[in-house]
């Protein structure tokens, strides 16, 4: 990383980053401390994990301004492994999950990235904001009024602050001024504090308790795997997401390295596997975090105020960081995507839904991608397989029928395009121009193959012309007909 770099992702924007790591810090907490109660740990394994996995992820991701940290699409991964063989296996999954996400790095899988449409983003998105809104409810039901009062007031401080000033991030004078008001007026609030116990020292470097054996790897293996491409998947998922909100690039496969160095330092010092996580992120960017050192400072000082400002840190109340996650919700759903519904193409449309119907339906934000991501594919196989021509002339004199074949030959497409051709007409042979024509797979070429077959078995001979380089190589090298009997090929030009 060369001077200039350095100082543009770290130190470009001081006063912003650092501001905007104390609010993530202080937001990361409850999530962190919630987490590790979905997964079944001990408290300081989430917020060991928060802190690391931020800390590390400022030096080694691919995105600058990104939050990673313990997540709750990862825990409920992790619960089973919990209850079965104990904590002691998550760190040891979370390692191999880790040394599984540096391969996915080195490997370039990054680039995958570029098989998600926009309609999957835009319905993961949306169903995260949905999640996000829905995970505040419990703090919500059957509270005392002023809990409601508080929540207002601290939506209201949000909203409203930045119209003054934009000096200070208004979700950070939210939490000090409802945490004030809390303990000057004695209220009885749920507070940071009931969520669990803190830990009561610094994270210290050990190897998990679990036997080098290869029924060890055997019952880590499957759960390592389903860390591994979950965490990656949201993590670039959120990378795009902040990609376009920054309008700045990202290196996808050093961030699939970067968390795998997260992951693994976490394993080692007694943390939960991660990733990326959107709703902190968006607390960064809305509060005018931007590098790598909003991130480092969000991880350092969580582990600040866990150890060493627990008693100060355990008064804030639950409220204030509700009206902050609440912000974030309505900060993260993509409004414009419920007019575009009536304007954008139905299938597009469709996708969006499907996405956010399964993700919030299952809680698997993996599961809502991949169905999301299988009707893009189908929608746009439909697509190209209706471009496919096949237009025909007749040559009286020389007894010969002329088609010329326009478009894309693939499995989707093969079935219509034999079926343009008329194998019982009384010509003496006939011609393809494929020069528009391209044959994309194995199946293509069976289609020819049967195409040639059926005109040969009616003693047409057949002469085809114009394939383009690909095409041309893939038939010499996996069709079945005989080229020597019956059929011309004549070289594209």
Not at 69 to 82: E, N
Not at 104 to 114: E, P
Not at 228 to 231: I, K, N
Not at 328 to 333: P, Q
């Given at each position: 990383?060369n001077?200039?770099?350095?100082?543009?992702?770290?130190?470009?924007?001081?006063?912003?980053?650092?501001?905007?790591?104390?609010?993530?810090?202080?937001?990361?907490?409850?999530?962190?401390?919630?987490?590790?109660i979905?997964?079944?740990?001990?408290?300081?394994?989430?917020?060991?994990a928060?802190?690391?996995?931020?800390?590390?992820?400022?030096?080694?991701?691919?995105?600058?301004?990104?939050?990673s940290?313990?997540?709750?699409?990862?825990?409920?991964?992790?619960?089973?492994?919990?209850k079965?063989h104990?904590?002691?296996?998550?760190l040891?999954?979370?390692?191999?999950a880790?040394?599984?996400?540096?391969g996915?790095?080195?490997?370039?899988?990054?680039?995958?990235?570029?098989f998600?449409s926009?309609?999957?983003?835009?319905?993961?998105?949306?169903?995260?904001?949905?999640?996000?809104?829905?995970a505040?409810?419990?703090?919500l039901q059957?509270?005392p009024?002023?809990?409601?009062?508080?929540?207002?007031?601290?939506?209201a401080?949000?909203?409203?602050?930045?119209?003054?000033?934009?000096?200070?991030?208004?979700?950070?004078?939210?939490?000090?001024?409802?945490t004030?008001?809390?303990?000057?007026?004695?209220?009885?609030?749920?507070?940071v504090?009931?969520?669990?116990?803190?830990?009561?020292?610094?994270?210290?470097?050990?190897?998990p308790?679990?036997?080098?054996?290869?029924?060890?790897?055997?019952?880590?293996?499957?759960?390592?795997?389903?860390i591994?491409?979950?965490?990656l998947?949201?993590?670039?998922?959120?990378?795009?997401?902040?990609d376009?909100?920054?309008?700045?690039?990202?290196?996808?496969?050093?961030?699939?390295r970067?968390?795998?160095?997260?992951?693994?330092?976490?394993?080692?010092?007694?943390?939960?596997?991660?990733?990326?996580?959107?709703g902190?992120?968006?607390?960064?960017?809305?509060s005018?975090?931007?590098?790598?050192l909003?991130?480092?400072?969000?991880?350092?000082?969580?582990?600040v105020?866990?150890?060493?400002?627990g008693?100060?840190?355990?008064?804030?109340p639950?409220?204030?960081?509700?009206?902050?996650?609440?912000m974030?919700?309505?900060?993260?759903?993509n409004?414009?995507?419920i007019?575009?519904?009536?304007?954008?193409?139905?299938?597009?449309?469709?996708?969006?839904?499907?996405?956010?119907?399964?993700?919030?339906?299952?809680?698997?934000?993996?599961?809502?991608?991949?169905?999301?991501?299988?009707?893009?594919?189908?929608?746009?196989?439909?697509?190209?397989?209706?471009?496919?021509?096949?237009?025909?002339?007749?040559?009286?004199?020389?007894s010969?029928?002329?088609?010329?074949?326009?478009?894309?030959?693939?499995?989707?497409?093969?079935?219509?395009?034999?079926?343009?051709?008329?194998?019982?007409?009384p010509?003496?042979?006939?011609?393809?121009?494929?020069?528009?024509?391209?044959?994309?797979?194995?199946?293509?070429?069976?289609?020819?193959?049967?195409?040639?077959?059926?005109?040969?078995?009616?003693?047409?001979a057949?002469?085809?012309?114009?394939?383009?380089?690909?095409?041309?190589?893939?038939?010499?090298?996996?069709?079945?007909?005989?080229?020597?009997?019956?059929?011309?090929?004549?070289?594209?030009h």
């Open positions: 990383m001077t200039h770099t350095l100082r543009e992702e770290w130190f470009s924007n001081i006063r912003g980053d650092v501001l905007a790591g104390i609010v993530v810090a202080l937001a990361l907490i409850p999530e962190a401390l919630a987490f590790s979905i997964a079944g740990v001990d408290p300081k394994v989430g917020l060991y928060a802190s690391v996995i931020a800390i590390v992820s400022a030096f080694a991701g691919g995105r600058p301004g990104m939050i940290a313990a997540t709750g699409a990862v825990a409920l991964l992790l619960s089973s492994l919990v079965a104990g904590v002691e296996y998550v040891a999954a979370g390692i191999l880790g040394v599984l996400q540096i996915a790095g080195v490997l370039k899988l990054g680039a995958l990235m570029r998600v926009r309609s999957v983003i835009t319905g993961f998105v949306n169903a995260l904001a949905i999640l996000i809104f829905l505040q409810l419990p703090q059957d509270a009024w002023y809990v409601y009062a508080m929540v207002a007031g601290g939506l401080i949000i909203y409203l602050l930045p119209r003054v000033t934009k000096a200070i991030p208004s979700p950070l004078v939210c939490i000090i001024v409802m004030a008001i809390a303990m000057a007026l004695h209220l009885q609030l749920r507070t504090g009931d969520m669990g116990a803190f830990p009561d020292r610094l994270p210290f470097f050990a190897l308790k679990v036997p080098f054996s290869f029924d060890t790897l055997r019952i880590i293996f499957p759960y390592s795997v389903a591994a491409l979950v965490g998947l949201e993590s670039l998922m959120t990378a795009a997401i902040v376009d909100y920054t309008d700045t690039p990202s290196d996808k496969n050093r961030e699939c970067g968390q795998g160095c997260a992951n693994i330092a976490a394993g080692f010092l007694g943390g939960m596997p991660g990733c990326a996580m959107i902190q992120t968006v607390i960064n960017m809305k005018g975090g931007r590098g790598r909003s991130t480092f400072i969000a991880g350092a000082l969580l582990l105020l866990v150890v060493f400002l008693p100060w840190v355990r008064q804030i639950m409220a204030a960081l509700v009206a902050v996650m609440i974030v919700s309505i900060s993260t759903f409004w414009r995507s007019a575009n519904l009536r304007t954008h193409p139905k299938s597009s449309s469709a996708v969006m839904l499907a996405t956010v119907v399964v993700v919030v339906a299952t809680g698997n934000l993996a599961m809502g991608v991949f169905v999301g991501v299988l009707l893009s594919a189908l929608f746009f196989t439909s697509k190209v397989r209706q471009v496919l021509v096949v237009e025909s002339t007749l040559d009286q004199a020389a010969e029928r002329r088609y010329v074949v326009r478009g894309q030959v693939f499995f989707a497409s093969s079935e219509a395009f034999v079926g343009e051709f008329d194998f019982r007409e010509v003496s042979s006939v011609r393809l121009d494929l020069s528009h024509a391209h044959f994309w797979d194995i199946t293509a070429i069976d289609a020819l193959d049967r195409i040639v077959h059926k005109f040969r078995r009616n003693g047409i057949v002469n085809i012309a114009g394939l383009n380089r690909a095409s041309a190589t893939m038939i010499e090298k996996y069709a079945t007909h005989d080229k020597a009997t019956g059929t011309h090929y004549e070289p594209s």
